[in-house]
C-alpha cells in the first residue's frame, strides 16, 4: 500500500513537472530573436541587443535604430568603447525609463541663448550687437564640446519626457528680425549646420534694418531657419492683474494680428512667441494658449528643465561683452540639489 502511494506521489510530480514544461514551451519567450543586416539580436520590450559593424560608431547605430546621431550619448552610457572589427554586443534602451531626467544630486537642464543683431565690423557699438568672430567662437565651441543644437519641436519633445535630455544639448534664437542675420550669421550657421529660430515682430520686417519678407523665406528654405512669432510692435506684454479694456486691446493686437500675418506670408501658422522684453503677464498667456501657442520664452536666464512653465521658459541673452568663460556659464545642462 504504501509503495502503491509512493508511485501515486511520483506520478503527480512526474504529471505536474511535464504540464509545467508544456505551459513553459507554450508560453511566449521574454524577448524575440530577429536577424537584419546588422545579425542577430535579441529584443524585449525595454532593449535590444545587435552585433556592430566593422569601424562601427554610436552615432552611427544611433541613427539606424533611433534615426538620430545625436541620441548616441544614450549608448556611450551603458557600453564598453567599439572596437574597430565588429561584432561587438551593443545594448540599446527602447524606451524611457527616467522621463523627468531627475538624478540623485541633480536634474538635467536645456539651455536657450537669446541673440539680437550681428556685425562683421571689428568693433560693436552695442552690447546686442554680437561681432561676427565672437560669434564664430562660441559656434565652434558648441561643435568642440559636441553640444546638440535643437530645433524648438525637438525642445518641446525631450520637454514632454519623450526623450532622454542629452547631457549636452543647447537652442539657438534670435530676436526681431534684423537683417544682419542674412548677412552674418547665416553664413555661420550654415558653415556649422546649426539650426536656429528667429522670433519676428512683423512690424519691423520691411524696415530699413530688418530682413525682407524674401529674404525670411530664402532662410526657411535653407532648412535651418524656423521663424515664430515675437509681437506685431514690440510693445511689452506686462498686464495688471485684472488688465483694463485697452491692455486687453493691446494684447489682442500684438498676439493676435503677427500670428495672422506670419499665416498669409509663410503659409504655417506659428506656435511659438517670444515675449518683447521679456514681459510676461498672466492674460497675455492665455490668450496666447487660446491662439494655439504651446511655448513661450522669457529672457530670464537659466536651464530648462521638464517641469519648466512651458509659457514661461527661459532664455540666456548673449551680450557682445561676453566673454568665453561668461558664455559657457550661460550653457546650464545641469542643476545640482542644494
Known amino acids: 500500500m504504501r509503495k502503491a502511494r509512493l508511485n501515486i506521489f511520483y506520478l503527480t510530480i512526474i504529471c505536474i513537472g511535464a504540464i ?4 513553459c514551451k507554450a508560453a511566449p519567450p521574454a524577448y524575440e530573436v530577429v536577424q537584419d543586416e546588422t545579425g542577430v539580436y535579441t529584443k524585449n520590450s525595454d532593449f535590444m541587443i545587435i552585433r556592430s559593424r566593422p569601424n562601427d560608431s ?39 525609463t527616467n522621463p523627468a531626467n531627475i ?8 539651455p536657450i541663448l537669446c541673440y539680437h543683431q550681428f556685425t562683421d565690423s571689428g568693433n560693436s557699438h ?45 537652442v539657438l534664437t534670435i530676436d526681431d ?8 550669421a547665416y553664413p555661420l550657421l550654415k558653415e556649422f549646420n546649426f539650426p536656429v529660430t528667429v522670433f519676428l515682430y512683423t512690424d519691423f520686417i520691411g524696415g530699413k534694418a530688418a530682413l525682407t519678407w524674401q529674404q525670411v ?46 499665416e498669409k506670408r509663410l503659409g504655417f501658422e506659428p506656435v511659438y512667441f517670444a515675449f518683447p522684453y521679456g514681459d510676461t503677464s498672466d492674460a497675455a498667456v492665455e490668450l496666447l494658449q487660446q491662439e494655439g501657442y504651446r511655448l513661450a520664452f522669457t529672457v530670464q536666464a537659466g536651464g530648462n528643465p521638464v517641469f519648466a512653465d512651458r509659457m514661461r521658459l527661459r ?24
Open 103 to 110: 538624478f540623485s544630486h541633480y536634474y538635467k537642464t536645456i
Open 177 to 184: 528680425g534684423y537683417r544682419s542675420i542674412y548677412t552674418v
Open 217 to 262: 523665406k530664402e532662410l526657411r528654405q535653407s532648412g535651418l531657419f524656423d521663424f515664430q512669432s515675437h509681437s506685431k510692435t514690440h510693445a511689452s506684454l506686462a498686464t495688471l492683474p485684472n488688465p483694463d479694456p485697452l491692455e486687453v486691446a493691446l494684447l489682442e493686437k500684438e498676439i493676435v494680428t503677427p500670428h495672422a500675418v506670419i
Open 58 to 96: 554610436f552615432e552611427a547605430i544611433a541613427q539606424r535604430y533611433y534615426g538620430d546621431s545625436a541620441e548616441a550619448f544614450r549608448l556611450t552610457k551603458i557600453n564598453p568603447p567599439l572596437g574597430p572589427s565588429g561584432g561587438q554586443l551593443v545594448s540599446i534602451p527602447l524606451r524611457m
Open 20 to 23: 509545467g514544461l508544456l505551459a
Open 126 to 170: 552695442h552690447p546686442l550687437v554680437l561681432q561676427q568672430e565672437k560669434f564664430r567662437e562660441q559656434l565652434q565651441y558648441l561643435k568642440d564640446n559636441n553640444y546638440q543644437v535643437l530645433r524648438l519641436d525637438e525642445l518641446e519633445s525631450y520637454l514632454d519626457g519623450k526623450r532622454p535630455i542629452p547631457d549636452k544639448s543647447v
Open 315 to 338: 532664455r540666456a541673452m548673449i551680450y557682445d561683452g561676453d566673454t568665453m568663460e561668461t558664455f559657457i556659464n550661460k550653457l546650464t545642462t545641469k542643476v545640482a540639489f542644494q
